[in-house]
């Protein structure tokens, strides 16, 4: 008789751990309430497609899918995906309740810009002009117009110029950072300003964040790169007690005044503060505009879509429904022709169900895996007739086994080694092809590689730590049995001859 593969303890803990860490894993994800993270045909959403509008390098478009990627994930939603599909960018943010909200913070597409405040306009009409006039002196905001108040931090309130009421607000396809602008203010389009030239962008802010002050008012708190340091004090010296604004996507997002409290510039040393009228969410705007707002390029929209969970939820349930009616007459046959063996498949993929929900329950809380969708579900169906392969390869080599007249405890031991390296084989060429898929991929197919590379390494997994143990352990205790549902009667073994 040949060697035994592995001895009775070390099957019967192998056996025992992969079964505790299987139903362990799932009765603990279960009661801390996570699931899998879905995507956006699943959970409905928002979808957008936006396009460069100039010439657009490889380099450039990858960093504003870098910038867009913040852009979501500062905004704490789970399961965001910004994807390249040629030169066209594709947001997805699945499970969004408010699509005007990420529309318009993922829709700021223009670069962070800061531009001296010349004068205040007030609302304009649809004549457009360009270039634009200069203001009159009486409506400058000049240092010496505003005549700030160190003590109370007030300035004189300049009127509107009035040349400007009949002039049209700049277009964001206009707004070129070597020009002056007329643009309007973040939720008030009644007031508007007219800016002259940037004289500095977005990428010297490290970082912004949005905070209430000792008195319990919204500020915004920004911290400037090691480089755009310097190049800040030079553009505040420059507009000491005028107006500074900050504009994103021909926006005014908030148009403060330099020091207001202070006799003479002083460094800002790296670091400052942007107080005003804030709400909460108008300074976590603008903490959001500033972190993430120096796109290379500028982009166009062109689709914009708010998807519904119904029709996926539809797709899903269909699918599902016929998955489980397909393996539930996969099962019951091979209970029938298995016998014993049949129920060691049914309880396998119970083990393997337990720990794919776990694991990928337990990824949806992470930004390494891709949402689970439609395309995810297809990568696990498939993945099924894998496991089930895996444990017919092992099945039908015990019986011939059996069939060459050796006992059912002779031929588990024998059968697994050359099994084994047919199941090591199949999923080997499987895994390749889904990291392939998964490296040249975008989109859906992207995440359809990512769950059946998954299913793969669990189909190794389990084959190694819970199919060998329960199939060998059932062997050698059932090899006398001659019970039509035992193991001998599957395998269509004989009376047992060592």
Known sequence: MPPQVGSRRSLIVSLVLTVAIAFGSLAATLSLGW??????????????????????????????VTILTNRVDGLGVSGATVNLQGKDVVVSVPGVKDARQVLAAVGQTAQLLFRPVLCEAGVGTKLVKHPLPACAPQYQ???????????????????????FTDIASTKPAKDLAKDTVLLPLLGQPGVRYVLGKSELTGHS????????????????????????????????????????????DAVVQSAPLIQPNQASFTSFAGQGQISGSFTEASAK???????????????????????SPSLGHSALVAGLGAGLAGLALVLLYTILYY??????????????????WAIISALGHTAFAPSFDLAGVTGLIVSIGITVDSYIVYFERLKDEARAGRSVRSSVDRGFRSAWRTVLAADTVSLLAAVLLYIIAVGDVKGFAFFLGLSTLMDVFITWYFTRPLVILLGRRGSSSTSKLSMA???HAGAPSE
């Open 205 to 248: 802010i490290k970082k912004a964040i949005a905070q209430q002050d000792q008195a319990g008012a919204w500020v915004v708190n920004y911290t400037l790169t090691s480089t755009g340091s310097p190049l800040w004090d030079k553009v505040a010296a420059e507009n000491f007690h005028q107006l500074l604004a900050i504009e994103l």
């Open 285 to 307: 705007t603008l903490a959001l505009a500033m972190n993430f707002g120096a796109l290379p390029v500028r982009l166009q929209a062109l689709t914009t879509r708010t998807v």
């Open 35 to 64: 699931g899998p993270k879905l995507g956006l045909d699943l959970a409905g959403g928002l979808s957008v497609v936006y396009k460069p509008t100039t010439q657009a390098s490889v380099a450039d478009m990858q960093e504003v």
């Open 339 to 356: 016998r014993a063996l049949g129920l060691v498949i049914v309880f396998g993929l119970a083990v393997t169900a337990s720990l794919l």
């Open 489 to 491: 009667a599957g395998l």
């Open 141 to 163: 905001d000049t240092q010496a117009n505003l005549n700030v108040n160190t003590t109370t931090g007030n300035s004189v309130n300049i009127a509107p110029d009035p040349a």
